[in-house]
């Protein structure tokens, strides 16, 4: 169920006003329309008056902000509607919508899809009586026994069928199936239409197919299928397709057949209902109406996987006046109880069991929608019960028609059915009657039944949905609560419906509630206030029972304040938090593992940064969730601050422990984190989760990226941006061309570094830029790609592990330096990744490795995302190996005398350490670089030669003299493969820096309004308030201050939803955005640190005619916050004719590559585009 | 009933049969290319289609017929003969599913097809088993099968349908492989919460009907249609229709897997699988979706079912329940129950790609030369294998990028979808086009969220090229075609 909703929808019990209104809760505003639930039910009792109030749908049209449904149900009966004279409100709850389970997912999809060749096989794990049909033979439910015995009645009684609706062409449609009558409560328009009607390729699951089928089937093998086979069966359509249906629809089914009692002619004597789910009030008043009119209803008694998450009888079947279809099986015995991964019927709480009654399943016949010969021989759950009991109990009323319609109460009719049925039904032992209530139908037995004597036959009471524990909670005794009281009992009826912990804690509701120790109450007001969903009120009403969190000993009051202070301390000493904490990691994939030679070097230690962890590991990044959708299961969190993991580096490498693969999937991930927030110098943030609706845009803060490490079941793993989410996926080496792998074997992403450093990159990248995955030309996308892989393979080449052995190994290369390169591509092999990008830094022929040869035509020769990101990649490597080279020369040098040339044999292993030490120390600093290069970008649009000039720029501003000559190799690196800056002459540092702004524009009064205080310290939620907050005050001193022209020179318009021709075409500019705003470090000239200002200003132009097409420009301001100028302004024009021109060709070259753009306006998968991108890998 | 008639007409003859291994045909006319040279100089307008008024002249070379059924394609050419009645085509009859009254609009256009021919159709041929080409053999299977009512003389599929066909049965495999798959794909997604990529995939199956088998019966009733069935190749010699001065050329399917499987014109496709990849994505998914115990990642001790999970505290607050950590309290958006599924919809869009390339794709070559195209919903693959084409007719000669240079009327490819009319070495070869028909309808497609459908560029490049002269379904005939076009609420039907 979900409480929470954005466009609610009530049932409330009020006098009829407008049919539409406006309704305000919070800060939500709700257009709703009202109309009659119940047309034939009324108040029961009370004469007609105007005013009084009656059951009705309330259904918000527009959607607003979130609001708990019974919040605001509550409010609905403390304030009204707000339109007076309209009168109290008497009753309101949510028109919950519900799933009824029935089977598995995997088994409704396969049954949903199959041909029509051959009927679905019984399950073999539980038992089966003698032929298909046995379900009605004498020795279980005697069905057709006791048909034959009635025959064919020429006066038919009728039963109503309320599911998703019927077959019209099946074999087995009924006999008598009354069409006249039919009525759907789903689909709106078709209020006459009750066929179970399937568009598409789906077939949908036919539920209501199989239980017609049961109930009253015609003949499939010369003998009619169905025990009702010969009496009127009325459809009624209250469930969609796949079993999910409304509470209001429901309640109006009940209603439909209450105003088709007036009739002899139409009047419904059995009402039959294979569903149910959490209790409702109007249901509660609908059934004692049916009662009264002599309506005899049975539901089922629900299903449960291992008693999850209750065994206990669901609504209606739970109320007293219906009897509960349970299950049994062919054996005899109960269907409950079952194995956790089978599905089993429900049962309980024992005050129910005296009216409920057993029937036979699984493996019953199951006629089969759409497939208009077939009946399957799967038929499960108590869906399949629920049938054969209305069939026998419309039998006996046929036979005993007219002694029955002579009770001189309508309500004896009712109990007459149930006193024949139970009396009739079979119970092995006494013990049985806890899962089976009466035992189990005995259709011919219960013919033999003459309707009792009218003393014989008592009234049940009027069932409601109640919860009594909670009136002695809320003190208010237990006599005639008021409707406040009543909902937040049903509310709790609700929510422990749902709850495992509930049901042990408290296995039936409605027992006296002073049967319970105080200490068991307070266990389940406590658990009742922790549950999920729980509204305010509820919690409110709980509140001050609920346990808080007490210290053990308290000072007491008396002692003098300074000397409390110090007492409370030497309590409660505190300890000092580590720096670190030491996680275990495969350091390359577990494949390594498997290998002679790599065997020993495949662990290592991450040291991560000390944070307060909870069980997941969820931290303040990240949240490890191990559900595996697949295969239908979760994996337990593991608690990384329980003593064993923590006393040994945490968990121990291994494949075959989900959660190991937690812990390290968290190690590798906090590890980029820490890597992004060291050379940005605060700390990181992710992208914010946007809402769009029609009326507004919501943003909200997320604090932690989410890691699935088993989301899907391929070869591949992704970012997904909207779910702000790391899906890592796991597949098998294929049997027939495993590659390196084992054949058979699974392989995990998530145990690869370099995948969980290149994804958790992509997550970092769209934290700072988002625009940097819209697809504008053809590097935007390949930067993406190839910055996380710079970033994966440099994280990796900082961990000395992954060095050593390789350095001492092939010592005798050290001259070629040949071997990091080698390394480099090896990492992520046996994963099948990265080849496309990394081949471009060098290849294996006769089994030497080479370095490719670098040619100024790489660039733009490469046109396709994965081939440019390779050219970055290589470009990035080689001022890589430049710069080790340049810093281990000296190492060799003093190793071999001053000659340069080693000696044969192994190399000592202090010269391994060493160079290995000065490889790592440069990987660090190369990232360092690279990462540092990201403020300096513009915001859209990027390219190639904007990271060189990004790059260059903000090494220069942080290390001002380049005595090493880090940037002559990267510029040489850059220029070697032909990317090169846009409109510059030459590529000295100086040239290739961004330039100062034209304008000199005065952001004093600005800069003085905002905070600026967001560093490596700061609260991650704070830091992002800020940000937007100073974006805000940005904006609105651009607004201001800042005239047309001064707009213009930054590259955008300061006026909104403007028109502007560009190139003969007319468009309109959209309201420009300050995106972000954050600090950067800089070195100033005395040598101080020095904190920047970065911030992004963007517009969108969109062509009138082409309304599908946005172009983005805009500019990224570097702020001297010393002098308060504008220290760089890089630009990328909006509306500029050039770059909307090779957008536009971009884009339709994309779409030609694309089968999508044949169908579908998006030509990347709309929601996932890394994983699109990782795919083509 | 039914023996009566059929006695009158006992096996008709082929006028295919024996002719196909022949590379000769009859020198009864002069030679298509000198007619061309000739008779263009005499045609009334050069740039514009023949007028209605010379329907009945001797100059009418040929009619065309497109059905508006809705979204689908239905068409019926008339070419006249000179002795007795015209020798009629009929190529493809379908509509999409989920079209309104289906069933009732296609049988309609079958007894409107039966009207104007009299009952006797020379030349029937269905292009590809996609329900929107042949679903019509279906619901009107009565009308088809009435040798009382209706007879046809011969029937053309591609060599793709052909059962003995070993190419043709290793793909028909590997679809019907991956069809299934996919169904199941679909109708968990569906089932786990994420009906919309659930409909994707489902609109783009449901080219192969409501349920299993149902194209393939559409298909089974085209080939009992007439004992005449030929199964063409790209490379049989070029068929003259009897009695006409119309040769028939198929220029695809081509018999290349390869090919086949090339969807777009980009070397590198970069957001498809490749064929392992494929294989590799079947494999994986695959054990998931039929059955969840096998193949699992972990040791049953770590495994805890879903319904138990769902119980646990810490899978309540970062999964199920309400995110406690957020003003948003619903956390839905980031649950995965579907995600491993999302790779379907891509291998859908293949699948269907797949499929359409197998597509019969004929060119008409009238006695003067013109060339009337019928690419069906050919892709890429099959429109690049009609370059290397070329026939010996009469000894001289005929490529496919002559016959694509001399094309008149284009029935544009695939309802006008992106990939489907190749603009170098396609479009931007029909260097003679006059008149362009798009079976195409807007508004339903956009019901199905194809709202690529047909594709605006290639609208304005038609028109661009034609002058204006683009006949769609769903519009009516454009002004300056007007006189040339008899357009009706069942049908535009151009002379020319």
Known sequence: MQSITRKPKLLVKMPTGPPRLALAFGSSKFQVSLEPLFKSIKASGQARIAKAPEWQILTATTSADEVNAWDLCHQVISKGMGIAGLGAVEFAEPDIEQQWIFGEEAEHALAGVGPCERPQDPDTRLPMGNGFYWFRDPTHSQLQLAREELGQPAKRIRIAHFDTGYDAHHITRPQFLRTDLQRNFVDDGLPGDATDHSTGVFNNLGHGTGTLSILAGAAVDGSPLGGAAFLDVIPIRVANSVVLFKNSAIAQAFDYIHSLANDPNTQVHVITMSMGGLASQAWAEAVNALYDLGVFIVTAAGNNFGNFPTHNIVYPARFKRVVAACGVMADGRPYADLPVKIMAGNYGPEKKMSSALAAFTPNTPWARLGCSELVDHNGRGTSAATPQIASAAALWIQKFKSKWENYSQSWMRVEAVRKALFDAARLVSSAQSSRLGHGIIQAQATLAQSPAKEAALTKQPADKASFPLLRVITGLGLVSPDARQRMLELEALQLAQQSHELEQLLPDPEDDPLDLTVAQRQQVIDALASTPGASRNLREALGKRARGISPEVTVPGQVKTADSAALERAMNPSLPSPVTRMLQVFAFDPLLGTKLETVGLNKTNLSVRWEKLEPGPVGDYLEVVDVDPATGVCYAPVDLNHALPLSQSGLSPSETNPQFHQQMAYAVAMKTIEHFEYALGRVALWAPRIVKTKSKVEVYFVPRLRIYPHAVREANSFYSPEKISLLFGYFLASESNPGENLPGQTVFCCLSHDIVAHETTHALLDGLHRRFREPTNADVLAFHEAFADIVALFQHFTVPEALRDQIARTRGDLAQQSLLGELAQQFGQGIGRYGALRSAIGYVENGHWHQAVPSTGDYQNATEAHDRGAVLVAAIFDAFLSIYRKRSSDLVRLATGGTGVLQPGAIPHELVERLAQEASKTASQVLNICIRALDYCPPVDMTFGDYVRALITADRDLVPDDDLGYRVAFTEAFRRRGIYPQLVRNLSTESVCWDSPELDLDIHVCLQQMSLTWDLHANRKRAYDSSRHNAYIFHEWIKKRVSDDEALSLGFYRSENSTLKVENEVGTLSRFEVHSVRPVRRVGPDGQQQLDLVVEITQTWRPSNRSFDKYRGGCTLIIDLESQRIRYCIRKRVGHAERIGAQQGFRLSMADSSIRSNYFDDTTDRHEPFAMLHRGA | ?496
């Open chain 2, 1 to 496: 009933m039914a023996n009566r008639k059929t006695k009158k007409k006992v096996a008709r003859k082929s006028f295919t049969a024996g002719k196909n291994r022949k590379t000769k045909t009859k020198p009864a006319n002069k030679t298509p290319r000198k007619r061309a040279a000739t008779k263009s100089k005499k045609k009334p307008t050069a740039a514009q289609p023949a007028s209605a008024s010379q329907a009945n002249n001797e100059s009418l070379r040929v009619k065309i017929r497109m059905y508006r059924q809705g979204l689908g394609d239905c068409f019926l050419l008339t070419i006249p003969r000179k002795t007795g009645k015209p020798f009629y085509v009929v190529i493809d009859c379908g509509v999409i599913l989920g079209t309104k009254n289906a069933g009732n609009i296609m049988s309609h256009v079958v007894q409107h097809i039966i009207e104007t021919t009299g009952g006797h159709i020379q030349l029937l041929a269905a292009t590809h088993e996609h329900w929107d080409h042949i679903s019509g053999f279906g619901q009107a299977r009565e009308l088809w099968s009435d040798k009382g009512k209706l007879t046809i003389d011969e029937v053309w599929l591609s060599w793709a349908e052909n059962p003995k066909d070993p190419l043709a049965q290793k793909l028909r495999g590997e679809r019907q492989a991956l069809r299934l798959t996919l169904q199941t794909a679909a109708a968990r997604m569906a089932l786990s919460g994420n009906p919309e990529s659930a409909d994707e995939i489902s609109g783009l199956l449901s080219f192969f009907g409501a349920s299993a088998g149902s194209t393939s019966d559409a298909l089974e009733v085209v080939r009992g249609l007439s004992e005449n069935l030929r199964y063409c190749k790209p490379q049989d010699n070029p068929v003259k229709l009897p009695e006409t001065d119309v040769t028939v050329y198929a220029l695809g399917p081509p018999p290349d897997e390869k090919l086949i499987k090339k969807y777009n014109p980009s070397k590198k496709e970069p957001e498809t699988y490749g064929i392992n990849a494929m294989n590799q994505y079947l494999e994986d998914i695959t054990p998931a979706l039929m059955s969840s115990d096998l193949d699992a990642p972990f040791d049953e001790k770590f495994q805890i079912p879903l319904p138990a999970g769902r119980q646990m505290a810490f899978f309540q607050r970062y999964y199920w329940g309400e995110d406690i950590n957020s003003k948003e309290k619903n956390q839905s958006w980031r649950r995965i129950d579907g995600s491993w599924l999302d790779s379907s919809s891509a291998l859908a869009l293949q699948l269907d790609s797949a499929t359409n390339n197998t597509c019969l794709v004929l060119a008409f070559e009238l006695g003067d030369g013109d060339v009337l195209l019928f690419a069906a919903d050919a892709q890429v693959g099959n429109w690049l294998s009609w370059q290397d084409l070329s026939w010996k007719v009469d000894g001289k000669a005929v490529t496919g990028p002559d016959l694509l240079s001399r094309t008149v009327f284009y029935k544009v490819g695939h309802h006008g979808s992106q990939n489907a009319t190749l603009r170098e070495k396609g479009l931007e070869e029909m260097k003679s086009l006059k008149v362009a028909f798009v079976p195409v309808d807007h508004e339903m497609a956009v019901k199905k969220r194809w709202n690529k459908m047909p594709l605006n560029e290639l609208m304005d490049r038609l028109n661009q090229i034609t002058n204006q002269c683009v006949v769609r379904i769903d519009e009516d005939v454009p002004a300056n075609l007007k006189k040339s076009v008899t357009s009706e609420k069942l049908f535009h039907e151009v002379v020319l």
